[in-house]
């Protein structure tokens, strides 16, 4: 046992006429993007943008995986789809996970840089609409919060028209038979779903019997996995903003833990929870 490793000659080292790791990734625009504002530099700050900026990575695969996800969806290939919707689990999970990062930042070492955020807030990022919007939580009013984000506001806006992952789901449904109700299928999709008390019983038909139904017996379930996962996230996020700041205003504006805590009682597909009652019965 030694405490070298050769290296082996095979290995590539001249990287004058070929691509690196760092050139693949642009490492150099990556770790140049964390510009911190205190001056002089507070320690913590860089958690904090680091944090923020990670997540964001893993919300635009996030956004990536769940307009793949609808698009098969749309064109009746399920299996990959549900393959996507695994995926976005596991980004869920390293999502929340995160927070625990945030939570070593104590109140005071948050006071310290908080001057420096002004009124930049994760209420702002368009990313995170995005998914919402590609969920079905949708939102007309939220577009405008990105007026001044030319680039952000279109893809907004797009998402706002496009049907969600749950109306692409739904339409699947009803080309395989299902009798979904026309209301639900002909509904004003930029506004959120609300449950239809049809579209329970179409779900409960699925239930009853998993095995003759096992491919969208499959897929609710899936669905239920990524909103009981955004549920978590939201209530991790809650108990690290009020660890740090307890019940402050946010630097958005918002009245911060108060604004989170509502955030629970939203739903995305509310059949698929509702439909639990009747389970057995």
């Known amino acids: 046992m030694g405490s070298r490793r050769e290296i082996e000659a095979g290995i ?3 990287f004058k006429s070929q691509m690196s790791y760092g050139d693949y990734l642009r490492l150099d625009l990556l770790l140049d993007a964390q510009q911190p504002q205190s001056d002089p530099l507070l320690h913590d700050e860089l958690l904090f943008i680091i944090q923020h900026q990670t997540s964001e990575l893993w919300l635009k695969l996030m956004v990536h995986e769940l307009r793949s996800a609808r698009d098969l969806v749309g064109t009746d290939d399920l299996p990959p789809a549900l393959k996507r919707l695994a995926r976005v689990k596991q980004i869920q999970r390293v999502l929340t996970d995160q927070w625990s990062v945030l939570a070593t930042l ?4 948050y006071a310290e840089i908080r001057p420096f ?16 919007f590609l969920l ?3 939102d007309a009013d939220m577009v405008g919060v990105f007026a001044h984000d030319r680039a952000a506001h279109d893809v907004l806006t797009g998402l ?3 049907p969600s992952l ?3 789901f739904l339409a699947y449904l009803a ?9 639900v299928l002909a509904r004003d999709v930029t506004k959120p779903h609300t449950s239809s008390p049809g579209l329970v019983d179409v779900f409960a038909e699925v239930y009853a019997d998993p095995t003759k139904h096992w491919g969208v017996y499959e897929a609710c379930e899936e669905l239920v996995d990524v909103e009981d996962n955004f549920q978590q996230w939201r209530f991790r996020h809650l108990q690290v903003v009020q660890r740090i700041i307890g019940h402050k205003t946010g630097t958005g504006g918002s009245s911060g833990v108060s604004f989170l805590r509502r955030a629970l009682d939203l739903t995305f597909f509310p059949e698929l929870f509702e439909v639990r009652t009747r389970i057995g019965d």
């Open 136 to 138: 079905g939580n949708k």
């Open 160 to 162: 706002l028209v496009e």
């Open 166 to 168: 749950y109306d692409a």
């Open 12 to 14: 590539e080292k001249d």
């Open 117 to 132: 955020l002004a009124t930049s807030s994760g209420f702002q990022s368009a990313q995170y609409r995005e998914v919402e």
């Open 106 to 109: 104590t109140p005071s070492e």
């Open 175 to 183: 080309r395989r038979g299902y009798a979904v109700p026309a209301d």
